[in-house]
């Protein structure tokens, strides 16, 4: 069964910190393009960064150019975020998802993830 589970997610404080990972099981991430999508209290889902299969394209949306970097181990299976000068309005469900391609285009979806939580507050 293929399955995007997403972890690091908790609470942090304005300006800090976390990384995300997002582990695949039962399929290797060779082929496809991996992007973080985030959801909000009371708004649609967004897309946050979009990482191309082999790793060398990246996109990010422009609310987290300059503070979010994403990354992929693709020997791990494993896709990351690495958030940084958080703030409170990054507060959101962060989901993980895949898609069939090899290009840094990651929507539509094919296969997502549950979602771990990050609260940026003081």
């Known amino acids: 069964q293929l399955q995007l589970v997403e972890s690091g997610g908790g609470l942090v404080q304005p300006g800090g910190s976390l990384r995300l990972s997002c582990a695949a099981h039962?399929?290797?991430?060779?082929?496809?393009?991996i992007g973080w999508f985030r959801q909000a209290p009371g708004k649609e889902r967004e897309g946050v960064s979009c990482i191309s299969s082999s790793g060398g394209r990246t996109n990010y949306a422009d609310s987290v150019k300059g503070r979010f970097t994403i990354s992929r181990d693709n020997a791990k299976r494993t896709v990351y975020l690495q958030m940084n000068s958080l703030k409170p309005e990054d507060t959101a469900v962060y989901y993980c998802a895949a898609r069939t391609t090899v290009h840094a285009m990651c929507f539509p979806v094919d296969y997502w993830g549950k979602g771990t939580l990050v609260t940026v507050s003081s």
């Open positions: 039962g399929f290797s991430l060779d082929y496809y393009a």
